[in-house]
């Protein structure tokens, strides 16, 4: 059975939900499968895959998600991954795909993934952190944008990349990086 960890950051739990969604997903696709905040001592050895996850601030991922993708991002790149973003508010959140900040570009690039599926957010006002979201909160933009089924659908093709078998009887893996792609000492992924 594989190991997959579902690593997130949150500031008001909408994406700390979403990752347990996900897991749930990879859960009944008989994937093991912890689902961890990510901090400093968080480690991507002994997990066959990763799926990494924040919010979307002001065009930034949280910086827990930030660090870790920095951190780890050779022992990432040894491992499929992929990563979500969620943060859409308002009217068309749901299918609102939204560029991938600087740093989590870069990131990707170095660990060998695709840059991250958008999910919308959820805003509200009872849980806003900060006058922004506060004010957001009392608006057009408050209330739950988040899409389960697409969230669930999402998970469920990372479940199959995961345990469908190849024609030689191996699991099929995503295709590695060229290691040209993978400039490690000469990319310094940025806040």
Known sequence: ????????AT????????????ADELRSADLAVDVRACSPDLDAAGYDAVVIGSPVYLNRWLKDAVDYLKRHATELSRRPVW????G???????????????????????IGTDPPRTFGGRL???KATGPVSRW?????????????????????SIAGELTQPSSNGETRHRPAVPQS???????????
Request: with cysteine; net charge positive.
């Open 1 to 8: 059975m594989k190991n997959v960890l579902v690593a997130y």
């Open 11 to 22: 500031r008001m739990g909408a994406t700390a939900e979403i990752a347990e969604a996900i």
């Open 83 to 86: 990563l979500f973003q969620s």
């Open 88 to 110: 859409p508010c308002g009217e068309g959140a749901a299918d609102e795909q939204i560029g991938a900040p600087v740093a989590v570009r870069k990131a990707a690039i170095l």
């Open 124 to 126: 509200d006002r009872t």
């Open 136 to 156: 957001m909160a009392t608006g057009t933009y408050e209330g739950d944008f988040r899409d389960f089924d697409k969230i669930r659908a999402w998970a469920s």
């Open 181 to 191: 792609r993978r400039r490690h000492s000469r990319i310094k992924v940025d806040r």
